[in-house]
């Protein structure tokens, strides 16, 4: 499959199953996922892997953040169980004077877009999941986040019920959000 069928194809799956892509098949991905542009090669990014108590950690967070009690904070708790494997996406801000912030935030954007086409592509569900929580400090000091770090939120990770396949291609109005300066 090319790249631009793989894009075409790609859906955000928001259930999963438990299966999930080992280490060393992650670690294969995010080198993929490493090729992403990248002014003045900074990488500005970093990933934590998040599996067995670790998402329950992640969702104590979420509780502390939120100050729910009772059934709301259960749910609220249960979140991050939805996939045996989270990777939080984490903008490592570099001193620069040439890139600011907010390129670099960019580059971890893509790394996480590219490493969500790269695990697609593979057989792998994946979605995007942020919320008001990802820029929490419970949530910050639970994954370990330096001063110069921020959290993008996590690509929830899993196999793909077999009733969500699908091959079919996005049709969509290019025109729509695509102009023309002459």
Not at 18 to 31: F, G, K, N, S, W
Request: proline share 4%; aromatic share 6%; no cysteine.
């Amino acid at each position: 499959m090319t790249a631009l069928e793989a894009a075409l194809r790609r859906r955000s799956q928001s259930k999963v199953t438990d299966a999930a892509p080992d280490h060393a098949e992650l670690a294969r991905y995010v080198a993929a996922a490493a090729s992403v542009a990248d002014h003045s090669g900074l990488r500005p990014w970093r990933l934590i892997e998040l599996r067995g108590d670790a998402r329950r950690r992640l969702g104590d967070a979420f509780v502390a953040a939120s100050g729910l009690e009772g059934p709301h904070a259960e749910k609220l708790a249960a979140k991050p169980l939805r996939a045996s494997l989270l990777v939080a996406v984490v903008a490592t801000i570099q001193p620069s004077f040439k890139v600011p912030d907010w390129e670099q935030e960019a580059v971890a954007s893509g790394v996480a877009h590219l490493l969500s086409l790269v695990l697609d592509e593979a057989g792998w569900g994946v979605m995007w999941r942020t919320g008001g929580h990802t820029r929490a400090p419970e949530v910050a000091v639970m994954h370990g986040l330096r001063e110069n770090e921020r959290l993008l939120g996590w690509l929830y990770v899993g196999g793909v019920p077999e009733r969500e396949r699908s091959d079919r291609v996005r049709r969509f109005d290019a025109d729509a959000v695509l102009t023309v300066l002459e």
